[in-house]
């Protein structure tokens, strides 16, 4: 029988989610990948368990992950938190979202008041759960009146079905308007999930971190090295298989061989501040506290370990800042 690490809040630090009362460890895991039905559940299940004995609470999910079998992850997290994390449900943050595909037909994607409803109430039941924390719109829906998904995601919190709601992958536009209905109807929204990394910096030059610090939000990074790319991985080149994700596509702009001399001059940075890059990638996005948590994919416990020992030291230098700045402007 499980029974959780008696410190485990003592490694992870803390954050709120904007002037919300929802707060998370300022990394958390992903199930976006590789925790699905085809994956081996005794080892998925050891690095859960692991996370949680480290301090990380929330895990992330969605209706559409499991590589290709939607609702899968879901499933194989639902089995963890129902034979060992059951004990531990109050001080859990568990995370789903809605909007990409999960079954055939037109409700089977999409933000409509349809898919909302329904889509809470299957997720509910793959995660065994009577409610999760936090809700998302998985994407922009232009089929749909955002009005009609505001209402919908405001209608899953008054059933008691989410105690929170976000957004992901809403740009700067549209999450204006979506927290403007959010605001009329006093729904409980507190983040917009976002591809943001030291190579991608949307958030910042679409004015999307600005917005969600003037709204008392805070932003969830994923993807924050890049599917590996930030890490001591590809100092010595970028094969040819490497597949970086639609977000992050201008990353290659100039060529992969101009990344290759970035990363090493950050790993260079890295090293003297006494960090790996990874871990120095992960606490540069952690530099702001508008970034409420950066979500990390990994299946190794190993890796695990390395990434949140970057929480160790989030502070940067003026001139740290300004080399870090001058090197991926170039990327």
Same mark, same amino acid.
């Given at each position: 029988?499980?029974?959780?690490?008696?410190?485990?809040?003592?490694?992870?630090?803390v954050r709120?989610?904007?002037t919300s009362?929802?707060?998370l460890?300022?990394?958390? +895991?992903?199930?976006w990948?590789?925790? !699905?039905?085809? $994956?081996?559940?005794?080892?998925?299940r050891?690095v859960?368990?692991?996370?949680f004995d480290?301090?990380?609470f929330?895990f992330?999910c969605?209706n559409?992950?499991?590589d290709?079998?939607?609702?899968s992850s879901?499933?194989?997290l639902?089995?963890?938190l129902?034979?060992?994390?059951?004990?531990?449900?109050?001080?859990l943050?568990?995370?789903?979202?809605?909007?990409?595909?999960?079954?055939?037909g037109?409700?089977?994607?999409?933000t409509?008041?349809k898919?909302?409803m329904?889509?809470i109430d299957?997720s509910?039941q793959?995660?065994?759960?009577?409610?999760?924390?936090?809700?998302? =719109?998985?994407r922009? $829906?232009?089929?749909?009146?955002?009005?009609?998904t505001?209402?919908? +995601?405001? $209608?899953?919190?008054r059933?008691? /079905?989410?105690l929170?709601?976000?957004?992901?992958?809403f740009?700067?536009?549209?999450?204006?308007?979506?927290?403007g209905?959010?605001?009329? *109807?006093?729904?409980p929204f507190?983040?917009?999930?976002?591809?943001?990394?030291?190579?991608?910096?949307n958030?910042?030059t679409?004015?999307?971190?600005? *917005?969600l610090?003037? %709204?008392?939000?805070g932003?969830? =990074?994923?993807?924050?090295l890049?599917e590996?790319?930030?890490?001591?991985?590809?100092?010595?080149g970028?094969?040819d298989?490497? /597949?970086i %994700?639609?977000t992050?596509q201008?990353?290659?702009?100039?060529?992969?061989?101009?990344v290759?001399?970035?990363?090493n001059?950050?790993n260079?940075i890295? %090293?003297?501040? !006494?960090q790996?890059?990874?871990q120095m990638?992960l606490?540069?996005?952690?530099r702001?506290?508008?970034?409420?948590?950066?979500?990390i994919?990994?299946t190794?416990?190993?890796?695990l370990?390395?990434n949140l020992?970057?929480?160790?030291?989030?502070?940067?230098?003026?001139?740290?800042l300004?080399?870090?700045? =001058?090197?991926?402007?170039?990327s």
């Amino acid at each position: 029988m499980y029974h959780a690490n008696p410190d485990r809040y003592g490694h992870v630090p803390v954050r709120h989610a904007g002037t919300s009362g929802l707060m998370l460890p300022v990394v958390s +895991l992903g199930l976006w990948q590789h925790f !699905g039905s085809a $994956d081996p559940f005794a080892a998925r299940r050891d690095v859960i368990l692991a996370a949680f004995d480290r301090g990380v609470f929330h895990f992330d999910c969605a209706n559409h992950y499991g590589d290709g079998d939607f609702g899968s992850s879901e499933a194989l997290l639902g089995q963890v938190l129902g034979a060992d994390l059951r004990a531990y449900r109050d001080e859990l943050v568990i995370s789903t979202k809605v909007g990409y595909e999960i079954h055939p037909g037109p409700y089977g994607t999409g933000t409509s008041r349809k898919a909302v409803m329904q889509s809470i109430d299957s997720s509910l039941q793959r995660l065994q759960l009577d409610y999760v924390d936090l809700f998302y =719109a998985h994407r922009f $829906d232009e089929t749909v009146n955002v009005a009609e998904t505001v209402r919908a +995601l405001d $209608d899953v919190v008054r059933a008691g /079905k989410a105690l929170y709601i976000g957004v992901s992958n809403f740009e700067t536009p549209q999450a204006q308007e979506a927290i403007g209905l959010f605001q009329q *109807l006093g729904t409980p929204f507190v983040v917009n999930q976002m591809s943001y990394n030291l190579f991608n910096r949307n958030v910042e030059t679409s004015g999307q971190l600005a *917005l969600l610090r003037e %709204h008392g939000a805070g932003l969830v =990074a994923y993807g924050p090295l890049s599917e590996g790319l930030l890490s001591d991985r590809y100092l010595g080149g970028i094969p040819d298989t490497f /597949k970086i %994700h639609p977000t992050n596509q201008a990353t290659f702009s100039r060529g992969k061989d101009e990344v290759v001399h970035c990363l090493n001059q950050l790993n260079d940075i890295a %090293h003297d501040r !006494g960090q790996t890059l990874a871990q120095m990638a992960l606490a540069w996005l952690l530099r702001d506290p508008v970034v409420t948590s950066v979500i990390i994919g990994t299946t190794s416990v190993e890796h695990l370990e390395d990434n949140l020992a970057a929480a160790e030291n989030l502070t940067f230098s003026a001139e740290e800042l300004a080399r870090i700045e =001058a090197l991926t402007a170039l990327s």
